[in-house]
């Protein structure tokens, strides 16, 4: 199984980036998915997730400016983020979620990419 993230970068503060997670070897219609990140000195925390039904969960800090999705058809999952500000500084990653479990239980995890938020 592999989930490599991509999509970060450098975004001025109020910019928007959208981050993909590509998946494969697994059958990705039947997992949740989440996106997580870790900033310098922190632990990691969960940002936002979709359900293999569709259902949408978010982390407060973001809601409102970041969005969910996902596309079956080609094992991706996304993270539109909005209104970005310094504070979602952080290296992100997805990972994918046994249908029934929680998003602090994941099944497998990927690699991250780095969104920094910076004037």
């Known amino acids: 199984v592999q989930l490599q993230a991509y999509g970060g970068g450098l975004v001025q503060p109020g910019g928007s980036l959208r981050l993909s997670c590509a998946a494969s070897?697994?059958?990705?219609?039947?997992?949740?998915m989440g996106w997580f990140r870790q900033a310098p000195g922190k632990e990691r925390e969960f940002v936002a997730g979709?359900?293999?039904?569709?259902?949408?969960h978010y982390a407060d800090s973001v809601k409102g400016r970041f969005t969910v999705s996902r596309d079956n058809a080609k094992n991706t999952v996304y993270l539109q983020m909005n209104s970005l500000k310094p504070e979602d500084t952080a290296v992100y990653c997805c990972?994918?979620?046994?249908?029934?479990?929680?998003?602090?239980?994941?099944?497998?995890w990927g690699q991250g990419t780095q969104v920094t938020v910076s004037s």
């Open positions: 070897g697994l059958r990705f219609e039947t997992y949740g």
């Open positions: 990972a994918a979620h046994l249908r029934g479990s929680n998003w602090s239980s994941a099944k497998y």
């Open positions: 979709i359900r293999w039904s569709g259902g949408t």
